[in-house]
């Protein structure tokens, strides 16, 4: 079955470092979406990426976070200076409609800004 | 900001017995709602989805409500399992999640 992957599963940095969070979206998914969880908070929504560009942000999404997709294949989270409550999972997700089908979930970066 | 509500933290059932969730949303412009299910150190598992225009949705062992009017949707697994012992999210489209219920089944 299909799945999304992220990579690193744990990462530990330095408050003031750069970051770049890795995920591999389905083959035929359009859509991408990050989002994080604070331990014991709510998953929330940062960004979601389709056609080569933003489409939705949160507030969280601030200037420091930034996404790519280098290739045909990953997707990348990138935090410019991380600052300690930038601690979180961070989840990678993918769908191939957009808001009218699920989006699939990859199993989690755990960042830990020390 | 709180557009979609669970209002439960947790909630602890039987075996066997019904296991009632609840959410509730105040943007009247969300038409399409999903639950999902997550484990400690997994990501979220979509569960079940349902359409503004559909009232309930069921597959298999879950159905999810949906009451327009009162801006209320309720996902009802029967019978429980203790598989089932897991965070369930409801969310409007994929941008919107609500904190999470604990869900536990016990045997």
């Known amino acids: 079955e299909p799945e999304v992957t992220q990579t690193p599963s744990h990462q530990v940095t330095q408050m003031g470092q750069e970051v770049i969070l890795r995920c591999v979206p389905i083959?035929?998914?359009?859509?991408f979406y990050w989002y994080r969880q604070i331990l014991g908070q709510k998953v929330e929504f940062l960004v979601s990426f389709y056609n080569n560009e933003i489409s939705e942000k949160s507030e969280i999404f601030d200037d420091q976070f930034s996404v790519e997709r280098p290739d045909g294949s990953n997707f990348t989270l990138k935090i410019r200076s991380t600052k300690l409550e930038d601690s979180a999972m961070y989840f990678c997700a993918s769908s191939d409609q957009g808001g009218r089908t699920e989006a699939f979930f990859g199993q989690g970066t755990r960042l830990t800004v020390v | 900001d709180q557009q979609v509500k669970q209002n439960s933290p947790s909630l602890s059932v039987q075996e066997g017995r019904i296991s009632i969730l609840n959410c509730d949303y105040t943007n009247s412009m969300f038409d399409y709602f999903l639950w999902y299910k997550k484990y400690p150190a997994e990501g979220p598992t979509f569960l079940i989805s349902?359409?503004?225009?559909?009232d309930k949705n069921e597959d298999g062992r879950f159905t999810v409500f949906l009451n327009k009017s009162a801006k209320h949707l309720s996902l009802h697994i029967v019978p429980s399992q203790p598989g089932d012992s897991a965070v369930y999210f409801c969310a409007a489209k994929e941008l919107v999640f609500g904190a999470g219920t604990i869900l536990r089944v016990k045997s």
């Open positions: 349902i359409s503004s225009i559909k």
């Open positions: 083959s035929n998914h359009l859509y």
